[in-house]
Nanobody
Framework: DLVESGGGLVQPGGSLRLSCQAS????????SGWFRQVPGKEREGISC????????YYQDSVKGRFTISRDNAKKTMYLQMSSLKPEDTGIYYC???????????????????WGQGTQVIVSS
């Protein structure tokens, strides 16, 4: 299982840290990442991190503002989001891949384990 937490309402320019707690599988063997979905649009991969904390990937829209990290001892992944914009609003899902590394742009087809999502609203 994957369980997200940390979402909420934040003003533009603010920060949030999302957490993803894993259980029931070998989380530390796989690349993991964060997806975002807004109504009427497809789920998009925004950031990924390799099994060992390397090979990070960021979608262009979040580069320089979001930082992904993981603590395998705690089976937890994080997404630190700063300088938030209204267009960052959406449901954020964490997911774990069947691969060791991210390998660039993210496809939801390669992710086997999914959380239920946490809502992020960026609004004044």
């Amino acid at each position: 299982d994957l369980v997200e937490s940390g979402g909420g309402l934040v003003q533009p320019g603010g920060s949030l840290r999302l957490s993803c707690q894993a259980s029931g599988f070998s989380f530390d063997y796989y690349a993991s990442g964060w997806f975002r979905q807004v109504p009427g649009k497809e789920r998009e991969g925004i950031s990924c991190i390799g099994f060992n904390g390397g090979d990070p990937y960021y979608q262009d829209s979040v580069k320089g503002r979001f930082t992904i990290s993981r603590d395998n001892a705690k089976k937890t992944m994080y997404l630190q989001m700063s300088s938030l914009k209204p267009e960052d609003t959406g449901i954020y899902y964490c997911a774990s891949s069947s691969r060791y590394f991210c390998g660039g742009a993210m496809s939801s087809d390669t992710y086997d384990f999914w959380g239920q999502g946490t809502q992020v609203i960026v609004s004044s």
